[in-house]
C-alpha cells in the first residue's frame, strides 16, 4: 500500500514545482512579446487557450459535459466571475511585467495568501487563528510601509493579489463540479466574444494589431501563449489530487521567488532600499502564515492516527 502512496505524492509534489515554476518564468516570456501591448497580449492569450482546449476535448471525445450545464445558472455565473477576474490579473500582470515593473508582479503574488484570508474572514466569515491575524496585522503593516516609502500606494500589487485570490474564492465554488480542462474551456469560451472586440479596437487605433509584424519567433509566442496557459494549470490540477493543499500552499511560494529573481537577475531592474524592507516585512507574514498551516497539519494528523 504504502508503495503505490509515496509516487503518488512524489508525483505531485513535481507536479506542484512544475506548475508555480513555469508562472515563476512568466516574466521572460510575456517580456520576450514586446512591443506588442497587454490588452493585444491578453486577447491572444484567450483565443488560443480556447482552441487549445477545443483541440484536447476533440481529441478525448470530452463534449457530454457541455450539455449538462443547461439551466445551471449558479454554476454559469460563478465560472463567469472567475472567468472575468483572472483576465483582469493576465492583463494587469502582462502589463507590469512588459512595462518593467515584474517586481510589482512579484509583490503582488507575495500579497496573496494574506489577501486570500482576508477574503476567508470578510466573505465567508472564517475565524482565523492567532498566527493568521498577526500575518494579516504584519501584511497591513508592509502595504503601509511600502505606500508610504515609495511614496505611492502599491496598486498593480494590490490589483493582482486580490482579483487572483477572488479567482480563487470563485473556483473555490464551483472547482468541485468542473475538473481544470472543462472549467478553462468554459472560462476561455466566455471570454472570447470580448477578446474579439479587444483584437477590434487595437486593429482599429494607428498602431494597429502587431500580430506577423514582428518576425516568425514573436508571432509563434503569441500563438503559444495559450500553451503557456493551460500547462500549468494541468499541472496544478495534476498536483491537487495528489498532495495535501497545505503542501500546494507552501509550495505556491516558488511563483514569486522565481519572479523576482528574473526580475532582478534577467531583466535587470532596480529595486530600491524600501522595497527590499517591504519585501524581508511580507516575508514575516508568511512565515507567520507557514508555520500556522504547519502546526495545523500537524494536529490534524495527531487526530487521525488510531488509539
Known amino acids: 500500500m504504502s508503495a503505490r ?7 505531485g509534489v513535481l507536479a506542484g514545482f512544475a506548475a508555480y515554476g513555469t508562472w515563476g518564468l512568466f516574466p521572460l516570456f510575456f517580456d520576450a512579446l514586446r512591443p506588442t501591448g497587454p490588452w493585444e497580449i491578453l486577447a491572444h492569450r484567450i483565443v488560443w487557450t480556447l482552441l487549445l482546449c477545443v483541440v484536447v476535448l476533440l481529441v478525448m471525445r470530452d ?3 457541455i450539455a449538462e450545464l443547461r439551466g445551471q445558472r449558479r454554476l454559469l455565473a460563478g465560472v463567469t466571475v ?6 483582469i490579473n493576465w492583463v494587469v500582470y502582462v502589463a507590469a511585467v512588459t512595462s518593467g515593473h515584474t517586481s510589482d508582479a512579484a509583490l503582488g503574488y507575495f500579497l496573496n495568501p494574506l489577501v486570500t484570508v482576508a477574503l476567508g474572514v470578510v466573505v465567508l466569515h472564517e475565524r482565523l487563528r492567532a498566527l493568521q491575524w498577526a500575518a494579516v496585522a504584519v501584511g497591513v503593516v508592509a502595504g503601509l510601509y511600502l505606500a508610504i516609502a515609495g511614496g505611492r500606494i ?7 493579489a486580490g482579483s487572483f485570490a ?3 474564492l470563485a473556483k473555490n465554488k464551483v472547482g468541485a463540479r468542473l475538473p481544470a480542462l472543462h472549467s478553462l474551456s468554459l472560462e476561455t469560451a466566455i471570454l472570447t466574444p470580448p477578446a474579439l472586440v479587444i483584437f477590434g479596437v487595437v486593429a482599429s487605433t494607428s498602431s494597429g494589431l502587431d500580430f506577423g509584424d514582428h518576425g516568425g519567433v514573436h508571432t509563434a509566442l503569441l500563438c503559444l501563449s495559450g500553451v503557456a496557459t493551460a500547462v500549468p494549470l494541468l499541472f496544478f490540477a495534476a498536483a491537487a489530487r495528489r498532495i495535501p493543499l497545505v503542501t500546494v500552499g507552501l509550495i505556491q511560494f ?6 523576482l529573481l528574473c526580475a532582478v ?3 535587470h531592474e532596480h529595486l530600491p532600499a524600501e522595497r527590499w ?3 524581508g516585512i511580507v516575508w514575516i507574514a508568511l512565515i507567520l502564515l507557514t508555520t500556522d498551516s504547519l502546526l495545523q497539519m500537524k494536529k490534524t494528523r495527531g487526530r487521525l492516527k488510531p488509539a
Open 5 to 11: 502512496v509515496v509516487p503518488q505524492s512524489t508525483r
Open 154 to 160: 502599491p496598486f498593480t500589487a494590490l490589483a493582482l
Open 63 to 65: 463534449w457530454r459535459w
Open 166 to 168: 477572488g479567482y480563487g
Open 265 to 267: 537577475l534577467v531583466l
Open 82 to 87: 472567475a472567468a472575468f477576474l483572472i483576465a
Open 277 to 279: 524592507i517591504g519585501f
Open 254 to 259: 516558488v511563483t514569486p521567488i522565481v519572479q
